[in-house]
């Protein structure tokens, strides 16, 4: 059984940084793409950013663009995303993702296949 574990998020205050971390434990398995996504209550899923290991191509969303910066090593299925200058609206719920294909509809959800858990980033204010 695969799985993906985030690791590395908390509180922090605006402006400051945090690093989180995922890994895919279980059967061995290579990924085309990983990435992240948040979430807060009420609200859809949100691409943040992915990284594709054949091309190495990272793609951010607009509103985490110069700040954010994803990293990793596609060979042993790690994924990072290091966050600078945090603001408010960034908190919320930080999923690590997994996709086995390519796709060109990388901000969608549901061309993940695999998930974390999820892990809570609070900016305060």
């Known amino acids: 059984q695969l799985r993906l574990v985030e690791s590395g998020g908390g509180l922090v205050q605006a402006g400051g940084s945090l690093r989180l971390s995922c890994a895919a434990s279980g059967r061995a398995f290579s990924f085309y793409s990983m990435g992240w996504f948040r979430q807060v209550p009420g609200k859809e899923r949100e691409f943040v950013a992915i990284?594709?290991?054949?091309?190495?191509?990272?793609v951010y969303s607009d509103s985490v663009k110069d700040r954010f910066t994803i990293s990793g090593d596609g060979a042993k299925n790690t994924v990072d995303l290091q966050m600078s200058n945090l603001k408010p609206e960034d908190t919320a719920v930080y999923y690590c993702?997994?996709?086995?294909?390519?796709?060109?509809?990388?901000?969608?959800?549901?061309?993940?296949?695999?998930w974390g858990q999820g892990t809570q980033v609070t900016v305060s204010s």
């Open positions: 993702a997994g996709d086995e294909d390519y796709t060109r509809f990388i901000h969608q959800p549901r061309e993940y296949d695999y």
């Open positions: 990284i594709e290991w054949s091309t190495g191509r990272a």
